[in-house]
Structures are given as structure tokens and as C-alpha cells.
């Protein structure tokens, strides 16, 4: 069963330590016999869509061959084997060795583990991101936020650097002073103050994108002026300090029920909130809840806000779009964009 996980993970599914151990613990619960009870429990501990539930089990079968292939290559008959006795060779220290011998370095078995990639720190999940890689993460939430924190309206206000030239500024002032021209004049859009809510998922299925959950939050009240951040997977949470954002560990568990919370949200809107409000949510639109409450909710949001923005891990296929919630938010938001991964990540911050 480890073994096929791995070969899964070279098929890029998302296997990691929880799904190699449900997996194994649920070998006890069927009857291993049983090559369709096999089958449906692979698919259920590995598989995170469609296309994904379906590709078990040829997967599985081509795993199973190269396996047994693999086997039987081991294989050899003892009598074929010419018995001879090998001169003795004088072992030749190598320079690697003499190294080892020096810093008091042992040989050590490399064990697969999950988490080990062979891909581009662009193309990996962000789960399987290293120590190293999070500073990078870091930098391009960032990056995202500043992007989406300018909001330049059709009020201009005066400036001497950059804009569109104020030709009556420019011509007042050579008026008054009489002077030869000697400063520029213009006008540009003028900021304002930007405000953003930021609405989280955070059951099960979302356990694997905690490490960009967390570099957000952390990040998102630094950028914008008014800022309110929500957890949310059957019942809603408002994050009002730090160790609300260190409780998220203890809440990755359960379904999600998304119109029901978004509903809650609606009833506790804050004081600050107004049309010029952005709305930011990460979800996989997995939903158990009531889907007309959640057409009401986002249609609700959507005449409120300015503009919702929904990132989602999952979606690569426009059939991922079927997945109860999606099928329904996807009418209601400005800007829907998959982010999983750094190369995801900046695709979406190029298109912003």
C-alpha cells in the first residue's frame, strides 16, 4: 500500500502521510480477498476528484504488473549460478570515504517518505513545500495582497511625479509666477483606503493548504487598512488576534457547510463594511449544506462587496466545476482562479 502511493504521487495525486495511514488502517475494516472492496478503498483514501476515482483502478493494474515484473527479475535459480571464489582485492580508500572518516559520518538508508518530490519548488503542492520554500511563499502572498489592496478610483488628486498632465495647474501657475516653465503639473487617481474580508475554509479536505492559509493570515492585516478574517468549515470563527490564527490546527476536521456560514457572516457583517469592500475566499466548494442558501448568500455578498474573489486548490477541469457549491459560487464571483502551488500562485498575481 506504500508502495502505491508513491507510484500514485508520480501520477501527481496528492498522497501524504494521512491518506498512506487511513489507507492502511482501513485494510483491517475490508475483506482483503475481495479485489472490488480493494479497489473502492483505494479510491476513497487516495482519490480527490472524478477523474481521479475512475484512474484508480487502472492505475492500480499497471502498478500490479511492474510490480510483479520487478518480482520476477529478482528471480534466479541457484544451480545456474557458477560457483567461483573471488580474489581477495585491497580495499582503495576513496576520497568520499577519507571525507566520511573525517567529519564521523555514517552510511544512511534514504527512506521514501511522502513528502519528497523530484519536480521544480514551482510545480509542487504546497504541502510538500520545504523550510526554504516558505520564505518564497512568503514573498509572493505578498506580492498578491499589494496587487490587491490598489484600488485607484476616478478621483484624481494633485501630483509632480507621475499621472496625467494638469494642463490647468500648469498654465495657473505660469500665470501667477511668470515664469518659464520649470515645474510639471499632474493629476493622478487617487488611493483609497483599501478594506478586505477574508473568508476560509478549513475542513478536512482543505488540511493540505495550511501552510498558504497561514502565511495569509499573518500577512493580509499588514497590507490593508480595514481587514477582517473568518475560519469556516460547519460553523463560522472570526480571527480577532494571534492565537486565534495558532487555534486553526485544532479546527481541520468535518464537512463544510458554506451557505450556512456565509449566512452567519451576512448577520455579523463589520462596522467598516461597505461597497468598496473586497471579498477574498479559499475553498474547494466542497459543500454538505443547503445549496439554496448558498446561491442566497453569495448572491447577497455579491450586491454588498465590490468584488469577490474565490481561490480554489482543486479546480484543473471545467468538470470540477460540477462539485456541489461550485457549480452555484461561479455565478456569483468577479474573479475564480486555481492557486495550489507557487506557479499557480503567480499566474494569478500576473492576471490581477
Not at 499588514?222 to 479546527?251: M, R
Not at 468577479?334 to 499566474?347: C, S
Request: hydrophobic residues 40%; proline residues 3%.
Amino acid at each position: 500500500m506504500i508502495a502505491f502511493g508513491g507510484y500514485l504521487r508520480s501520477k501527481q495525486y496528492l498522497v501524504g502521510i494521512d491518506e498512506t495511514a487511513n489507507a492502511l488502517m482501513s485494510i483491517n475494516y475490508i475483506d482483503i480477498g475481495n479485489f472490488d472492496q480493494l479497489i473502492q478503498m483505494m479510491q476513497i483514501c487516495f482519490a480527490r476528484s472524478k477523474d481521479q476515482w475512475k484512474d484508480v483502478l487502472t492505475h492500480y493494474q499497471d502498478f500490479a504488473k511492474e510490480y510483479q515484473k520487478g518480482l520476477n527479475t529478482k528471480v534466479v535459480d541457484e544451480s545456474e549460478i557458477p560457483k567461483r571464489n573471488p580474489p581477495a582485492q585491497v580495499k582503495r580508500y576513496q576520497l568520499e570515504d577519507i571525507k566520511k572518516w573525517l567529519y564521523n559520518r555514517k552510511d544512511k538508508d534514504t527512506i521514501e517518505t511522502p513528502f519528497y518530490s523530484p519536480y521544480n519548488s514551482d510545480e509542487v503542492a504546497f504541502f510538500r513545500l520545504e523550510e526554504e520554500d516558505l520564505v518564497e511563499l512568503g514573498f509572493w502572498i505578498r506580492k498578491m495582497l499589494q496587487k490587491l489592496a490598489v484600488d485607484r478610483r476616478r478621483k484624481k488628486e494633485k501630483n509632480k511625479v507621475r499621472g496625467d498632465l494638469d494642463l490647468r495647474q500648469l498654465l495657473r501657475s505660469r500665470f501667477l509666477k511668470g515664469d518659464e516653465l520649470v515645474q510639471l503639473y499632474f493629476r493622478y487617481p487617487k488611493k483609497q483606503k483599501s478594506k478586505m474580508v477574508f473568508l476560509c475554509d478549513v475542513s478536512k479536505s482543505m488540511d493540505l493548504y495550511s501552510h498558504f492559509i497561514t502565511a495569509l493570515v499573518h500577512r493580509l492585516p499588514k497590507i490593508f487598512d480595514y481587514s477582517a478574517i473568518y475560519y469556516f468549515n460547519t460553523e463560522l470563527y472570526e480571527v480577532q488576534d494571534q492565537e486565534d490564527i495558532q487555534e486553526v490546527a485544532g479546527l481541520w476536521a468535518g464537512g463544510t457547510r458554506i451557505g450556512h456560514c456565509f449566512s452567519q457572516w451576512l448577520n455579523h457583517l463589520p462596522a467598516w463594511f461597505d461597497k468598496k469592500t473586497k471579498i477574498l475566499i479559499y475553498s474547494d466548494g466542497w459543500d454538505t449544506g443547503d445549496l439554496e442558501l448558498l446561491n442566497e448568500s453569495m448572491y447577497a455578498m455579491q450586491k454588498m462587496s465590490h468584488k469577490i474573489i474565490w481561490l480554489n486548490p482543486v479546480i484543473t477541469k471545467v468538470q470540477d466545476f460540477e462539485v456541489a457549491g461550485m457549480s452555484i459560487a461561479k455565478e456569483h464571483v468577479d474573479i475564480l482562479a486555481t492557486v495550489y502551488n507557487l506557479r499557480t500562485l503567480k499566474d494569478f498575481i500576473r492576471g490581477l
